[in-house]
């Protein structure tokens, strides 16, 4: 009894890690937990009395079709090797917000940061319109684009402390399956609004610069602002 409780909590533990994980690794855990869960469901058949052939005992069977479920992960999907949960891991820690669409401009998958950034769950906008769920600020024509493209564009902020817009980054990357044919496309959005407001607040002291037409010790305290939250103290010696 102890054995089997000490399985059954190693099944369990599997099953939560599987739907906890990004939708790109479950399958590497469902395919350990058939593989494993298997030879132990034959083992609960046989005790119960509860048999599927002309065999009393379906372990070998079971364990076997476990076995080959291994198998196929370890060469079809690659189970076990690291590169894949690298990239995966990458994406859903990365900073830039990542949305992939198919070929009908449907939702398929978005990170954490692009959640975040338009206020959305992955699980719940899958297979809508990106047209209709996006911000209307997304630029119309990426949606019938096949060219690579970068652009600037402001989205609203959803947070009421930074009722200004942020400036993004927006690359727009199709993708083509082998016959180079419109598979789906990949927006990535990167936050920009620190280096915009930077470059404001040197156009404001270049233009400072210009107009005192300082020269020598002279000194002057001029107040700038790059945005109405943020004010700035130059001083020029």
Known sequence: IFSYLVNFTALGILLRTAMRQPVQLRLHTFLILA???????????????ITIGPQR????FFMALGNLLVWVGILRFRLFNMLPT??????????DALV????????VDMNPAAQALFGLKSSEVAG???????????PPHIFRSQQAETLEINL????????????FELSHLPI????????????????????????AIQRLVVEAFRTLGCRGWARA????????????????N
Do not use: C, W
Not at 57 to 60: A, I, L
Not at 226 to 236: C, G, M, T, V
């Open 35 to 49: 593989g494993y869960g298997l030879p132990l469901a034959a083992t609960v058949l046989s005790l119960a009395g």
């Open 57 to 60: 005992d379906h372990s070998p």
């Open 86 to 95: 690298a990239r995966v891991m990458a994406v859903e820690h990365i900073h």
């Open 100 to 107: 992939v669409l198919d070929d009908r401009n449907q939702l």
């Open 128 to 138: 809508l319109d990106a047209r209709q769920v996006l911000p209307a600020a997304l």
């Open 156 to 167: 609203p902020s959803l947070h009421p402390d930074e009722p200004d817009p942020s400036s």
């Open 176 to 199: 083509f399956d082998q016959r180079q044919r419109l598979a789906g496309r990949l927006l990535v959005l990167h936050d920009i609004t620190e280096h915009k407001r930077s470059e």
């Open 221 to 236: 305290d001029i107040m700038v602002r790059a945005s109405d939250r943020k004010p700035f103290l130059l001083e020029i």
